[in-house]
C-alpha cells in the first residue's frame, strides 16, 4: 500500500511539472500509449530490433514527433536536421543531458566526460582531454592499430590452420572486442589488457556481458524508479550504484575492475612527471592527459577520480562501439559479396602502389585515399548507428525551427516548435540517418554508393563525419570520433585484405539489440549477449 501511494504521489507531481513545462507540444502528433504510466517508452526499449518502431513514427509523423514518457509526461522526439542542429550544435549546452542519462553514465563510467552533467564542467574536461586527440597524436596511433589487428589475422588463420581448410565459423564481434580493448589500452594507457591472449581476461568478460545484463529489457519497476529522479535530491542519486539489483551490481562489478587498474596507472604516471625527467616519449592518451592536467590552473584541473573516470570511460566507448560498429561491417560485406570484392580490389591496388613506392605498410593518407574504404565505413555509422538516440532537456524557453514542416493534431502546418525549459528531447539518431530527403530513396538500404556518388554539401550541418549524427554533434559531441574512425580503417582493411567473410551456413536472424550500444545478438540466443558468427575463409 505505502509503495502503490508512494507511486500515486509521484505521478500526480510529474504530472503538475507537466502541466508547466511540457504542455507546449501537445498539439504535436504521436503514437498512442496504451498505458499512460509507462507510456511510449516500453515500445521503444521494449522491441525486438533497434528502429521497429523508430522507422515507423519517421513514417507517419515526418521529422519531429510527440512520445508519452514514464507517468505521462511529454518527450518531443527529434529527427529533423534543423531541429537537430539547433539542439546539438547551436544551443549545446542550453540542452544539457537529463538527469536520469547522466546518473546511468555515472553509474557506467564514474565522474568522466560522458557523465559530465553541465556545460562547465563538460567543458573543463574537454580542454584537459583535448590535446590527447590531436591528428598528429591519432597519427602515432596508426602502427598499434596495424599491429593488433596483425595479431587477430594470425589468431583466425591458426584456427583454419588446425583443421579448417574450408574455413571456420567465429564470433567475430567477441574477438574484435578482445582486439579493440587490447588497442585502447596500448594507445590509452600503453598498458597490455591481453585479451587477445587470454580469453578469460578479466576486463575482457566484465565488458562483454555489461550491457546485456543492464541494459536490455530492464524492468518496468527500474524504469519508473528512474522516473522519479528528477524529483530526488540530486546528491542521493550517486548512491543508486549500491542497490543490491542486477543492473547496478553489473555496473559496480565491471568498475571495480577497472578501477585497481586505473588507479595504479594514474599514480605512476603522476609520479613519473611530477619528478621532473618525465618521459617524453609516451605518446599514451593517460600520459597526455596527466601532462595536460598538471600544466593546468588548479581550480580546472581533474580530480583524481575524474581522472579515473576518463580510464573507465576511454575502455568503453574506445572499444565496444568501434568493435560493434565493425561487426556490423563485416556482416554487411558478407551479405554483399559484390563491394566485399571491390574493397578487396581497392585495397590489393593501393598495396602494390604502396610497395612500388618503397613501403609496405598503409600510412594514414594510404588509408584515407580508398574512397571505397571510406564509403564502407561511413554507410556502416549511418545504418547501424551504436547509440540509436540522446536524451536532452531544455534549460531555457526556446523555439527549436524544422527543416521539413510537420502537421499538428489540428491540420496546421508548422516550421517551429516553440518549447518551455524544463522539456525533455529525444534526438533520434537512426531516424534521421534514415531520412530520404537527405540519404536518397534507398535510405533503409545498406548502400556505401551514395557516398560516392552523393552530395553532402547542400544538406543542413549536422554531424561530424559526412553529415552524419552517429557520434552526435556540437559541443558534447564524442571527443574520441577521429581515434574510432581511424582504428576503424586499419582493422578492416588488415582483415578483408586476409579473409573473405560468409554468412554461416544455418543462417541465424541478427537482430539489432536495444542496448545503450547497439550490439547484435542471435534471435532465440539473447541469453548469450551480444553475438555475430561469420564464416571466415582465408584469401
Known amino acids: 500500500m505505502a509503495a502503490a501511494a508512494l507511486l500515486i504521489i509521484c505521478w500526480l507531481v510529474v504530472n503538475l511539472r507537466r502541466l508547466l513545462t511540457h504542455n507546449s507540444i501537445r498539439h504535436l502528433r504521436g503514437p498512442p500509449s496504451a498505458f499512460t504510466l509507462f507510456g511510449n517508452v516500453t515500445d521503444t526499449l521494449y522491441q525486438a530490433s533497434v528502429g521497429d518502431v523508430e522507422f515507423r513514427w519517421l513514417k507517419e509523423y515526418g521529422g519531429a514527433w510527440r512520445l508519452r514518457g514514464l507517468l505521462g509526461a511529454n518527450i518531443l522526439a527529434l529527427a529533423d536536421p534543423k531541429a537537430l542542429q539547433h539542439v546539438l550544435q547551436k544551443s549545446g549546452y542550453n540542452y544539457p543531458k537529463t538527469r536520469q542519462l547522466s546518473v546511468t553514465l555515472f553509474n557506467l563510467t564514474g565522474r568522466s566526460i560522458l557523465w559530465a552533467p553541465t556545460g562547465e564542467i563538460h567543458a573543463r574536461h574537454r580542454k584537459v582531454m583535448n590535446p590527447a586527440f590531436s591528428v598528429p597524436q591519432l597519427r602515432s596511433f596508426i602502427p598499434l592499430f596495424r599491429q593488433s589487428a596483425k595479431k587477430l589475422t594470425q589468431i583466425w588463420k591458426d584456427q583454419v590452420n588446425a583443421g579448417h581448410p574450408d574455413g571456420v565459423t567465429l564470433p567475430v564481434d567477441r574477438w574484435l572486442a578482445r582486439a579493440t580493448l587490447d588497442i585502447i589500452g596500448e594507445a590509452a594507457f600503453d598498458f597490455d589488457f591481453g585479451a587477445l591472449d587470454n580469453t578469460e581476461n578479466e576486463v575482457s568478460k566484465a565488458y562483454h556481458r555489461m ?245 553532402t554539401e547542400k544538406q543542413t550541418k549536422v554531424g561530424m563525419l559526412s553529415n552524419l549524427i552517429t557520434f552526435s554533434a556540437g559541443v558534447r559531441s564524442c571527443i574520441g570520433w577521429r581515434f574510432s574512425v581511424l582504428e576503424m580503417q586499419a582493422i578492416i582493411v588488415e582483415l578483408v585484405e586476409n579473409f573473405r567473410f560468409f554468412l554461416p551456413d544455418d543462417k541465424p536472424e541478427i537482430i539489432r539489440a536495444p542496448t545503450m550500444t547497439m550490439g547484435p545478438m542471435v534471435k532465440g540466443k539473447l541469453h548469450e549477449g551480444f553475438q555475430m558468427p561469420l564464416r571466415v575463409v582465408p584469401v
Not at 583524481?304 to 570511460?313: K, L, N, P, T, Y
Not at 508548422?414 to 535510405?443: F, K
Open 211 to 455: 550491457f546485456a545484463d543492464s541494459q536490455l529489457y530492464p524492468s518496468v519497476w527500474n524504469l519508473l524508479f528512474q522516473a522519479t529522479w528528477s524529483l530526488l535530491p540530486e546528491p542521493l542519486l550517486y548512491y543508486i550504484r549500491y542497490l543490491p539489483t542486477r543492473e547496478y551490481k553489473t555496473y559496480r562489478s565491471t568498475l571495480s575492475v577497472m578501477d585497481k587498474i586505473a588507479a595504479r596507472l594514474i599514480e605512476e604516471r603522476t609520479r613519473e612527471f611530477g619528478a621532473g625527467d618525465p618521459d617524453k616519449s609516451r605518446k599514451d592518451v593517460m600520459s597526455v592527459l596527466v601532462r595536460a592536467n598538471m600544466s593546468e590552473n588548479p581550480s580546472t584541473r581533474l580530480s583524481d577520480e575524474e581522472m579515473r573516470s576518463q580510464m573507465f570511460a576511454m575502455t568503453l566507448a574506445g572499444h565496444e562501439t568501434t568493435a560493434n560498429t565493425v561487426t556490423w561491417m563485416l556482416w554487411e560485406l558478407a551479405k554483399h559479396p559484390d563491394i566485399q570484392e571491390q574493397l578487396r580490389q581497392e585495397i590489393a591496388e593501393k598495396r602494390m602502389e604502396v610497395t612500388a613506392n618503397g613501403s609496405y605498410e598503409f600510412a594514414l593518407d594510404d588509408l584515407e585515399s580508398m574512397p571505397l574504404l571510406q564509403a564502407v565505413i561511413k554507410e556502416t555509422l549511418r545504418y547501424h548507428p551504436i547509440s540509436s538516440f540522446l536524451w536532452r532537456v531544455a534549460a531555457k524557453d526556446d523555439v527549436i525551427p524544422l527543416e521539413k514542416p510537420i502537421v499538428t493534431t489540428t491540420g496546421e502546418t508548422v516550421t517551429e516548435i516553440p518549447i518551455a525549459a524544463g522539456q525533455v528531447i529525444m534526438p533520434s539518431l537512426c531516424s534521421y540517418n534514415r531520412l530520404a530527403h537527405v540519404w536518397g530513396e534507398d535510405a533503409h538500404d545498406w548502400n556505401p554508393m551514395r557516398f560516392l556518388q552523393g552530395d
